[in-house]
Nanobody, 127 residues
Framework: QLQLVESGGGLVQPGGSLRLSCAAS????????IGWFRQAPGKEREGVSC????????NYAASVKGRFTISRDNAKNTVYLQMNSLKPEDTDYYYC????????????????????WGQGTQVTVSS
């Protein structure tokens, strides 16, 4: 059974940067598209970014495009989310998730197809 563990969250000032990591253990990560999602209390979980199983395709929510970059290192079984130019509205609990039914070279920001979720990490952007 694949397990995902997020790390790298914390408190950062507006305009600052953080890098989140999603470390996978269990079956090879290569077969999975990985998505990053975020959720504030009382709100829907929304897709932030995703990367296909090969890493050849990525998607970003409009609110983070140009500021966030997703990447994966399959040798380390880890997916990263580099977050730059952070804004207070980026404050949320961030989760990574795996979709093992994804077609090669495809990933989605919709949360429905993702079957395996990590526990999440808090990101707070505040002065």
């Amino acid at each position: 059974q694949l397990q995902l563990v997020e790390s790298g969250g914390g408190l950062v000032q507006p305009g600052g940067s953080l890098r989140l990591s999603c470390a996978a253990s269990g079956p090879t990560q290569d077969y999975y598209a990985i998505g990053w999602f975020r959720q504030a209390p009382g709100k829907e979980r929304e897709g932030v970014s995703c990367i296909s199983n090969s890493g050849g395709s990525t998607n970003y929510a409009a609110s983070v495009k140009g500021r966030f970059t997703i990447s994966r290192d399959n040798a380390k079984n880890t997916v990263y989310l580099q977050m730059n130019s952070l804004k207070p509205e980026d404050t949320d609990y961030y989760y990574c998730a795996a979709d093992w039914h994804s077609s090669p070279g495809v990933c989605t920001l919709a949360k429905g197809p993702y079957e395996i979720w990590g526990q999440g990490t808090q990101v707070t952007v505040s002065s």
